[in-house]
């Protein structure tokens, strides 16, 4: 649709040679598809609309009932057996009959919540007269039960959070479970709620060590340019020698069991297929072995086209030294994905109690609807637009990032770059919005499904259908093997788009050739440079964690003596380390989306051009260099 009468006037695989960015000239691409998603994302913002005017938003912060009258507020009468305004402005919070069960538990607005532990009717109607208080349907007068009218008992004393009545956890959990928890070593509830309080004292040297991943991020993005060549050398000989000693140790268990006439009964992961635990030790065994020799058929196919993933490493590092701003895209992408979650929440809150309640219709494109129905169809409008539009902010990183290393490679000499990274926001912004929309898009048309067969996963469990449930299960493994597919291809047609100023689907076609193309040296990035980039951040997550228990002066000398101690400060530290590890993981995800871009335009570099004084490379001389050694044995232009 949004391909329509696209210029397929050149073939794909003929040399023509690039011209330089100022030379080029562009166009808005995919205009429809742009056109597409304002109306799309204008219809959220009239859902938005539609649930305010429906006073979802006074719901949402103030609660309200079972039959959705809102609490501390005057309410209209909502179904057809109410003649007059029901005013509950004196009952400002919200109490549910069953608190295990929110969502189909009957609710009513109370005066306050309940403030001890009520047992039997007798202790209710005593409460009940001396607070001047019902925790029963309106239509009871104080201090009088009905068990199909009012709560079962115990009613638990309760806190007050954000207007709902919350009941005591320590009073619901019970004596016996609070006993259990006490003396059970892995999970005591006093050392939990120490660790808590030490968790708040804690947070401004958390905000110490979170600056302190950040330089070690920093140091280990700069050092990564020298240690290249070891990280690769040292992660082919461990992935070699796990997988052999894998492969070892499951034959010999599998050895073991079979000696033993072992018959216990296995359940297989993912799979849950039960079987024997020879049978199934037989079969990871022999999977194990196989995955070994592909592994090892890959490296010995792979060895030569090393040297490229070290090149590019340090052309990667030459690219965010000459840009260092790209670093800080990924903040500015978490702010503007924070920003639109908050959105989505509080309307999809206010969605939930749109027309629950309510016995009326609504009129929309000259069609009635029921507000229930309509309320149906405006949710799963809403759960597509949370993956269009972050699917989208997430695109645009990506198209910014593309621009702004096909830019620098592409500048001939380097000194003449000017202001990289605005140009591609303003190329994005100004041309290519509508190909982020259609990238994006098509992620929705793969996922939405993906989610709809895992939410009738379990209804498909219930029926004891194994066919249909292998089935299910095979279809979401091939959507989520696809999705990531398009994944990699939209990225690569991103940066394309960001050479050429072509439309998507034209860039899309000329990224799957390359990636057909270069095959083997695509693998070798995204086998061997991707494993680098986890392994950097595995380090800088180690390195922060060392430090906080350094700083934190936690006595690791002897942990089973000061195995209290230690305890105290787990959940700090686990805080530590994942604010640590997401740290590394932003900044080495744009290094390794430069990589993939440097890749693109490399291979379409050497498509393009052939170094004569006519068609001279972009290319530095260190991946000239590596041209000039692989000619002869032919791994450019496989």
């Known amino acids: ?39 799309f994302v204008s219809g959220m913002i009239v859902i938005t609309a539609l649930t305010v005017l429906d006073q979802g938003f006074a719901r949402l912060q103030f609660g309200y009932d079972s039959h959705g009258n809102i ?24 109490f549910f009959f069953d608190y295990l069960k929110p969502k189909t538990s009957k609710k009513v607005c109370v005066q306050s919540c309940p403030t001890e532990t009520i047992k039997n009717e007798a202790e209710y109607k005593k409460y009940s007269l001396k607070t001047n208080t019902s925790l029963c349907l309106y239509s009871l007068s104080l201090g ?18 954000l207007n709902r009545c919350v009941p005591d956890l320590t009073l619901v959990i019970g004596n016996s479970t609070m006993t259990f928890l006490k003396n059970n070593s892995f999970i005591n509830l006093d050392e939990l709620k120490i660790s808590s309080l030490e968790l708040y004292k804690k947070l401004p040297d958390i905000g110490y060590l979170s600056l302190a991943a950040l330089l070690f991020t920093i140091i280990l993005v700069i050092l990564l340019r020298y240690i290249a060549k070891l990280m690769v050398v040292l992660v082919l000989i461990l992935s070699s020698l796990g997988s052999i000693g894998c492969s070892v140790l499951l034959w010999i268990k599998y050895s073991d069991l079979r000696k033993n006439n072992d018959q216990t009964i296995h359940t297989m992961p993912i799979l849950e297929i039960e079987m024997k635990n020879q049978t199934a030790y037989l079969i990871y065994s022999i999977a194990m072995t196989i995955f070994t020799l592909i592994l090892l058929l890959i490296i010995i196919a792979m060895r030569k086209r090393i040297g490229l993933v070290l090149r590019l490493f340090a052309e990667a590092q030459k690219a965010i030294t000459d840009m260092p701003l790209l670093l800080g895209m990924p903040i500015i992408t978490f702010i503007f994905l924070i920003l639109f979650l908050f959105y989505w929440i509080i309307t999809a809150i206010m969605i939930y109690s749109f027309g629950e309640y309510e016995e009326t219709n609504i009129e929309f494109y000259g069609q009635k609807w029921s507000k229930k129905s ?10 597509v637009g949370l993956v269009w539009v972050s699917e989208f902010i997430l695109g645009s990183q990506s198209m910014v990032i593309a621009g702004s290393v096909s830019k620098w490679y592409f500048t001939r000499p380097k000194s003449a770059l000017r202001a990289p990274i605005c140009t591609a926001i303003k190329r994005l912004f ?40 292998y089935c299910s299960k095979g279809c979401i493994c091939c959507l989520w ?86 305890k105290i400060f787990l959940l700090p530290l686990a805080v530590v380390s994942i604010i640590s590890f997401l740290i590394a993981h932003c900044f080495f995800t744009v290094y390794e989306m430069v990589i993939d871009a440097i890749m693109v335009c490399f291979c379409e570099d050497c498509r393009a051009n052939d170094g004569s004084p006519e068609r001279p490379y972009y290319m530095s001389s260190s991946l000239k260099a590596f041209i000039d050694e692989s000619s002869s044995t032919q791994i450019i232009g496989e």
């Open 144 to 161: 009088e039960y009905n068990p199909n009218m009012c709560p079962p008992f115990p009613i638990y004393k309760s806190d007050i959070l």
């Open 481 to 566: 093997c696809l999705e990531k597919f398009i994944k990699f291809i939209n990225y690569n047609a991103y940066t394309i788009i960001a050479i050429e100023g072509k439309s998507f689907c034209t860039s899309a076609q000329k990224a799957f050739m390359i990636v057909v193309e270069n095959s083997l040296r695509i693998a070798t990035i995204n086998t061997v440079g991707d494993f680098m980039l986890f392994l950097s951040k595995l380090a800088v997550t180690a390195l922060t964690l060392f430090l906080g228990i350094y700083w934190f002066k936690i006595p690791i000398d002897d942990p089973l003596k000061n195995i209290h101690q230690i």
């Open 1 to 39: 649709m949004c391909c329509y009468g696209e210029d397929n006037e050149s073939n794909t695989n003929e040399k023509t040679p690039i011209k330089p960015s100022r030379q080029r000239r562009r166009s808005c691409t995919d205009c429809l598809c742009f056109a597409i998603f304002g109306i």
């Open 430 to 469: 100004f041309y290519h919005l509508g190909s982020i929309a259609l990238g994006s898009f098509l992620i929705v048309l793969v996922r939405i499904p993906r989610y709809i067969l895992m939410y009738l996963q379990d209804k498909i469990k219930k029926s004891k259908s194994t066919t249909a449930e």
């Open 71 to 94: 609490c501390g507020n005057v309410n209209r009468p909502r179904t057809k057996n109410q003649n007059e305004n029901l005013n509950l402005t004196d009952k400002k919070f919200v």
């Open 374 to 383: 309509f309320s149906n169809f405006i949710w799963w409008y809403h759960v």
